[in-house]
């Protein structure tokens, strides 16, 4: 079982811990598709969980390498930038919006989407396996996640129209890559 402790493996502790988090992410889509959005975000928060730990333990024993931060990219995508756009569009947009209006919430998560994409893309270009700086420039995915979360939750409870979620989900799109210096836990 060396290779949980080897940094050159591609499965070693740090790596697994991601894996779950992909997992949680892949499997909360799916309920996102049968509408039991309470189980998919349990899993998002099962995502976000193992997210925090895989940086920790990467950090701690040493185990931090390229594939791992391309890998923890990837995590972050599926599970901070897809699950929560795909929950927001099905449990707020589709059984609200038709027409003109289902059209421009697309192109909101689009925009969103593409958003987060980038920002982990620039993320990946311009950090070193294992550096850690005490600000993020823009708000990371893990939080804009966080943020769509109490979108849709304020959404669910009646304090927030659609079009105010529409708002919001552009707003917090574009504070992905914006100059926001947001300090790293």
């Known amino acids: 079982m060396k290779f949980l402790w080897s940094p050159s493996s591609h499965f070693n502790l740090a790596n697994l811990f991601t894996f779950v988090n992909i997992t949680a992410g892949l499997s909360a889509i799916y309920f996102i598709t049968l509408n039991n959005f309470f189980l998919a975000i349990i899993l998002a928060w099962v995502g976000g969980a193992f997210d925090i730990f895989d940086g920790k333990i990467a950090r701690k024993y040493k185990l931090s390498n390229e594939f791992g931060v391309q890998l923890d990219s990837f995590a972050d995508f599926l599970s901070f930038v897809l699950v929560p756009v795909f929950l927001i569009f099905q449990a707020v947009y589709t059984p609200s919006l038709d027409g003109k209006s289902i059209f421009i919430a697309a192109v909101v998560s ?13 993320f990946n270009l311009n950090t070193e396996a294992g550096e850690v700086s005490k600000f993020f420039t823009g708000v990371p995915t893990p939080l804009g996640a966080i943020l769509l979360w109490l979108v849709y939750l304020a959404h669910a409870y009646k304090f927030l ?5 529409l708002a919001l989900m552009i707003a917090i799109g574009w504070s992905l890559n914006s100059k926001l210096k947001v300090p790293h836990p």
């Open 161 to 165: 129209p659609v079009f105010g979620v």
């Open 110 to 122: 689009i925009y969103y989407v593409i958003s987060g994409l980038r920002r982990l893309i620039h």
